[in-house]
């Protein structure tokens, strides 16, 4: 039941997955942009139809690549909303996978009450259980 559980849960998110990424994956382009700094902020500027649209990005983490290009995805109606096309931060967020465990926690925890130390009762009448003789196809 465990095992069941577990491939229902990584089936469900996985097919989740696409469908809820904001920009949409399906109705959004990738483009390359430029990693700077601008008021002491790190940002990855791209620019759409003439305009200059920028993303702020954790300064930890690209102030080496300053510079350097990334892939930035975002829909053609709404540039401002760009992400970073990558699996954490895009793909896969901090609270999106903290709700995702927590199901799974409680999934596993009815799984195992509902499997772990059955009833007499009921276990007598599986183990008594025998399958009636039928024809072949009846």
């Not at 109705?27 to 759409?48: C, H, M, R, Y």
């Not at 829909?75 to 709700?99: D, R, T, V």
Request: net charge neutral.
């Amino acid at each position: 039941m465990i095992k069941s559980v577990l491939i229902l849960f990584i089936f469900c998110f996985l097919s989740y997955l696409p469908f809820s990424r904001t920009p949409d994956y399906f109705d959004s382009v990738t483009t390359p942009a430029l990693i700077e700094t601008k008021n002491g902020k790190v940002q990855a500027v791209f620019q759409e139809a003439g305009k200059q649209y920028q993303v702020v990005l954790d300064p930890s983490s690209y102030q080496s690549k300053i510079g350097t290009r990334i892939e930035i995805r975002y829909e053609l109606s709404a540039p401002q909303q760009a992400k970073i096309n990558q699996a954490i931060g895009y793909w896969l967020e901090p609270k999106e996978l903290l709700g995702a465990v927590c199901i799974l926690i409680v999934l596993l925890i009815a799984a195992y009450a509902t499997t772990h130390r059955p009833d007499a009762a009921s276990l007598k009448e599986q183990i008594e259980f025998k399958k009636e003789d039928t024809g072949k196809y009846v």
